[in-house]
Nanobody
Framework: QIQLVESGGGLVQDGGSLRLSCAASGGSFSFNGMGWFRQAPGKGREFVAGTTWTARTTYYADSVKGRFTISRGNAKNTVYLQMNSLKPEDTAVYYC??????????????WGQGTQVTVSS
């Protein structure tokens, strides 16, 4: 069974940086793509960034464009989210997802457990 495990969340000050990691395990996988979503308290899950499996195409939500970068690891079963210039409104639980290359959460088959990112002002 395929599992996704995120790491790298934490508390950071306004303007700081964090790097999230996501590792897939549990089988042979060749996803259409992988992505990151986030969910703030009282809000729905929103798309943050995504990449195709080959990493030739990356795409971002307008709210993070220019500040966040998604990348694939050399091991190919990993994906990273480098987050710079963090703002308090970036505070949320961040989820790794796999199985699609869209911005729609329902298109993804696999999800991690989430990692908390808190940005203090």
């Amino acid at each position: 069974q395929i599992q996704l495990v995120e790491s790298g969340g934490g508390l950071v000050q306004d303007g700081g940086s964090l790097r999230l990691s996501c590792a897939a395990s549990g089988g042979s996988f060749s996803f259409n793509g992988m992505g990151w979503f986030r969910q703030a308290p009282g809000k729905g899950r929103e798309f943050v960034a995504g990449t195709t499996w080959t990493a030739r195409t990356t795409y971002y939500a307008d709210s993070v464009k220019g500040r966040f970068t998604i990348s694939r690891g050399n091991a190919k079963n990993t994906v990273y989210l480098q987050m710079n210039s963090l703002k308090p409104e970036d505070t949320a639980v961040y989820y790794c997802a796999a199985g699609a290359s869209t911005t729609v959460a329902g298109d993804y088959n696999y999800w991690g457990q989430g990692t908390q990112v808190t940005v203090s002002s």
